[in-house]
């Protein structure tokens, strides 16, 4: 069975400041992990994804996340914040069969001037 | 080209009637999801559709909720008598289904209120 966890339900930085997404998963296979953006009234849009190879993983818009397995760990990050970030983001893990996506509660981040 | 669609985007309907919400996936793609978000619930799988395969329905929170896929390409999710909890927005998703590491492609979604 797959959980995610993510850290905090929002999140407030200052435009310029670092973002630092945090998620947590359980998986009783390797894991497949994702991170979607949603933006309001939209659906999801994919950030970046890890399956395998190089744990460190770039994505669109600048944001990147690390694959830590011994922290069970997939947090996101971006350098420098920018007004257009304002979104909530959503961890998700792959099932074994690939059926399916298990999602964490998400994180609504909110960018001040 | 063009992305998943959804339709409606809004439906606002009486409880104990019934709704249909329809889903134009990716043209290619040949792997349906059906997810539903909520404030109570967050982001849940419903049901899930690969080429000719026996859909996988194991989301699906009561014998209400149905879904088919026609031709493999449109999808229509069914509500039967709906109660205020279901009450949600509706994603429908597709893919290439290669696997783990596909991608999913998600729609608008479909806001259902339920008075």
């Known amino acids: 069975a797959q959980s995610v966890t993510q850290l905090g339900s929002h999140v407030s930085v200052s435009e310029g400041a670092l973002v630092l997404l945090r998620c947590n998963y359980s998986?009783?296979?390797?894991?497949?992990l994702f991170w979607y953006v949603q933006y309001p009234n939209q659906g999801l849009q994919l950030l970046l994804k890890?399956?395998?190879?190089?744990?460190l993983v770039k994505g669109i818009n600048g944001f990147e996340a690390e694959f830590k397995k011994s922290e069970t760990s997939f947090h996101l990050t971006k350098p420098s914040a920018h007004m257009s970030d304002a979104a909530e983001y959503f961890c998700?893990?792959?099932?074994?069969?690939?059926?399916?996506?298990?999602f964490g509660g998400g994180t609504r981040v909110l960018v001040k001037p | 080209g063009a992305g998943v669609s959804q339709s409606p985007s809004n439906k606002v309907t009486e409880k104990g009637k019934d709704v249909e919400l329809r889903c134009d996936p990716i043209?290619?793609?040949?792997?349906l999801y059906w997810y539903r978000q909520s404030l109570g619930q967050g982001l849940e799988f419903l049901i899930y559709?690969?080429?000719?395969?026996?859909?996988?329905k194991s989301g699906l929170p009561s014998d209400r909720f149905s879904a088919e896929r026609t031709g493999g390409s449109v999808s229509t999710l069914t509500i039967q008598r709906t109660q205020q909890e279901d009450s949600a927005v509706y994603l429908c998703?597709?893919?290439?289904?290669?696997?783990?590491?596909?991608?999913?492609?998600f729609g608008p979604g479909t806001r259902l209120t339920v008075l």
């Open positions: 998703a597709s893919s290439f289904a290669r696997g783990r590491s596909d991608t999913q492609y």
């Open positions: 998986s009783s296979v390797p894991p497949y």
């Open positions: 890890y399956t395998t190879g190089a744990t």
């Open positions: 998700a893990v792959s099932d074994r069969g690939g059926n399916k996506l298990t």
């Open positions: 043209s290619g793609h040949t792997a």
């Open positions: 559709f690969q080429g000719n395969s026996a859909p996988d």
